[in-house]
C-alpha cells in the first residue's frame, strides 16, 4: 500500500505543485539528503534543497501510486516498467493497463502467494495484487512482460478475516476470504508483526466488496459457558457493561485481560503478535471471579470464554463491521 506521505520535509514541499499529493518519500545519505520522491503526477528528484530531475509518466486520467524496487512504477490504470538510462533519470521500457473500463484503482500488495479456488495452478506466486472496484487482480512480471494470471469478480466476496492457515509445510498468517457461493476460500500469505499496518490492505478488500471484516464467531458452548473466536484487529471492543450480570449504567471498573501465545515451539520467524491486552468491564458486585477467560491464542486468533452468553452474543454484535 502507499497511503500520502504525512511528514514531508520543506525542502521537498516547496517543489510540490498546488494540489499535488505526495505518495512515497524516500531519502539517501545523512547530511546531504537526497529525496526520492513519487508524487501523483511526478517523480522527482531533490537534492540540497534543489530539484535535479523530474519526470512525469502519467495522462491526465491517471495517477501514480508507487514506485517499486524493481523500477515498476505501479499508476491507478497501469503497470510502466522504467529502466534508469543515467543517475535518477528515468525512460519507459514497457507498460501494461490492467484497468477495463469505469474501473477505478483501490489498493496493492507486492509479492504474494495466493491460494484460490477453480484454478489450474495450486497457488501462485503473484508480483502484484491490485484490488480494483470490481477485481482483485493476480499479476506477474517474468520476462520483462506483465501477465494477468488470475481475474477475481470482488462482487462474490462474503467476508475477509485474518488467521494461521497450513502452508506447504508450515503455517502462515494469512488473509482468507470467504465467498458467497462457499467455495474453497481465497487465501493470500500476509505477514503480521504491526496490527496497525497489516490491517490496511484487508480492511481495503472488506470495504471495496462491501463484505464484513473480521468478525467474531461463536466457536462452541459448554453449559452455560459460551467460547467465542476471532482475529484481534486493532478497534476490537467490549461492550461497556457488566461482562457478568450484564448491568449497564453503573460505575464500572476494567480488570485487564491480557492475552499471551499457547502455540509452543514455533518454528522462526515467529507469527503473530505475542501479547495483546484487554479490559474487561465489572460493576462493584462482580469485579470477584472472571467473567472472560481466555482460552487459546495462536497470535493471530483467540478464543475467549464467556460466563454471560448475552454479554458473548452483544460483543459478536459489537465488533461486526
Known amino acids: 500500500m502507499s497511503p500520502a506521505v504525512k511528514k514531508i520535509p520543506d525542502s521537498v514541499k516547496k517543489h510540490l505543485d498546488q494540489g499535488e499529493e505526495c505518495k512515497e518519500l524516500k531519502t539517501q545519505g545523512v547530511f546531504a539528503k537526497t529525496y526520492n ?25 491517471e495517477e501514480n501510486v508507487s514506485l517499486t524496487k524493481k523500477l515498476t512504477l505501479i499508476t491507478t490504470k497501469r503497470l510502466v516498467a522504467l529502466s534508469e538510462k543515467k543517475e535518477n533519470i528515468y525512460e519507459i521500457d514497457f507498460d501494461f493497463t490492467y484497468t477495463e473500463d469505469q474501473e477505478k484503482y483501490v489498493g496493492h500488495k507486492l509479492n504474494n502467494w495466493v491460494w484460490g479456488y477453480d484454478w489450474q495452478s495450486p497457488y501462485y506466486e503473484v508480483s502484484y495484487l491490485i484490488l480494483t ?28 478475516d485474518m488467521m494461521r492457515v497450513p502452508v506447504l509445510d508450515r503455517k502462515e498468517c494469512c488473509i482468507v476470504i470467504k465467498t458467497k457461493d462457499n467455495k474453497p476460500h481465497i487465501v493470500i500469505k500476509h505477514e503480521l508483526n504491526n496490527r496497525e499496518i497489516a490491517e490496511v490492505f484487508p480492511r481495503i478488500i472488506s470495504k471495496a466488496a462491501n463484505a464484513s471484516f473480521a468478525k467474531p464467531a461463536l466457536h462452541s458452548t459448554n453449559g452455560s459457558d459460551t467460547f467465542i473466536e476471532f482475529y484481534i484487529k486493532e478497534n476490537l471492543k467490549f461492550p461497556e457493561k457488566c461482562s457478568k450480570c450484564g448491568n449497564e449504567g ?26 495483546v491486552d484487554y479490559r474487561i468491564p465489572y ?8 467473567a472472560v477467560k481466555k482460552n487459546t491464542f495462536d497470535g493471530v486468533r483467540a478464543i475467549l470464554q464467556f460466563t454471560n452468553n448475552n454479554y458473548a452474543n452483544d460483543f459478536i454484535r459489537l465488533n461486526t463491521e
Not at 136 to 142: D, F, M, P, T, V
Not at 258 to 266: G, P, R, S
Open 283 to 290: 460493576c462493584s458486585n462482580c469485579y470477584i471471579g472472571k
Open 250 to 275: 453503573v460505575d464500572l471498573v476494567h480488570r485487564t485481560l491480557k492475552l499471551e501465545k499457547t502455540t509452543l515451539f514455533e518454528r522462526i520467524p515467529h507469527i503473530g503478535i505475542d501479547s
Open 133 to 160: 472496484n470490481k477485481r482483485l487482480i493476480l499479476l506477474s512480471n517474468r520476462n520483462d512482460k506483465y501477465n494477468i494470471l488470475q481475474s477475481i469478480s470482488i462482487d462474490n466476496f462474503e467476508s475477509v
Open 37 to 61: 520522491v513519487v508524487t501523483n503526477k511526478r517523480l522527482l528528484v531533490i537534492k540540497k534543497d534543489s530539484l535535479i530531475n523530474e519526470a512525469s509518466f502519467v495522462s491526465q486520467q
